[in-house]
């Protein structure tokens, strides 16, 4: 469930609320009075030190996200009977689904899969080139479709490129990467190689377009928030890419290389 946080006189408390049983926010005036916040109101009306909810709907995706990060916690600490068998079978569909069509989820989500269950279950050398085509792809998007405050939450906030590492033990997980490529230097990079490759012949597939939402970055930044605040609809905010395909490859490619395989510090 995606929320934003308004910040009002340098206070900022953030209550989630599902989306669909969301009024609008409850705002206090300056004069005491309340009132719905939306696009009307101006900042310097609002009363200082005041928690403000702006609830902005999912994506389809992050629907999907949610629902497998909500299963991971209940198989893990059920709050009743029956809840880790429940939770079970919904892991046991989303990961079969995701085997049947790898392509059909956004690179955040398989980052989440691959980091939960794949990497624990199968170790680096099997899926390390999957983790890098999941890296190149989603930067691919984020290049073209990610707005500047959208890329910092993408690196900084959900740690997109360290993701996979961070589930269970991610010291180490991050301890056994860099493990491989100070030992065996050559077979690190022939795993990212291999995963630079299929990342490659994916974006050039006739079917690169209708694999998954490729505009799932605009879910992320301050914009969304702003059109949430102002009341208005929440229609793609970018509707042209940002970058030429090309270009947006060429440079994950050289951004994941870097990242995954970095160089000794002299």
Request: proline fraction near 6%.
């Amino acid at each position: 469930m995606k929320y934003v946080c308004l910040i009002v006189a340098f206070v900022v408390t953030f209550v989630p609320r599902a989306y669909a049983d969301s009024p609008k926010a409850t705002v206090i005036l300056k004069d005491g009075s309340t009132t719905n916040f939306d696009g009307n109101l101006k900042m310097g009306e609002l009363a200082p030190n005041q928690t403000i909810n702006i609830p902005v709907k999912p994506q389809a995706w992050q629907v999907r996200r949610t629902e497998f990060a909500q299963a991971v916690s209940a198989s893990i600490k059920p709050l009743a009977i029956d809840d880790d068998i429940k939770a079970r079978k919904i892991i046991d569909r989303i990961l079969t689904e995701y085997e049947r069509n790898p392509d059909g989820r956004t690179p955040m989500e398989a980052m989440d899969l691959l980091g939960t269950f794949y990497l624990p279950r199968e170790g680096f050398k099997v899926v390390m080139p999957i983790i890098v085509k999941e890296a190149v792809l989603g930067w691919v998007d984020t290049l073209q479709w990610a707005s500047e405050s959208a890329k910092a939450e993408i690196v900084n906030n959900e740690k997109f490129f360290s993701r996979a590492f961070l589930f269970g033990s991610a010291n180490k997980n991050l301890d056994s990467w860099l493990g491989i490529i100070e030992k065996d230097p050559q077979t690190a990079k022939k795993l990212v190689e291999n995963g630079i490759r299929v990342a490659t012949a994916t974006v050039h597939s006739t079917k690169w377009e209708g694999v998954y939402d490729h505009k799932w970055p605009t879910a992320y930044g301050l914009e969304r928030m702003i059109k949430a605040m102002q009341g208005l609809p929440e229609n793609t905010l970018i509707t042209e890419p940002r970058m030429g395909q090309e270009q947006a490859l060429k440079a994950a490619i050289d951004k994941v290389t870097a990242y995954y395989l970095p160089k000794k510090s002299e």
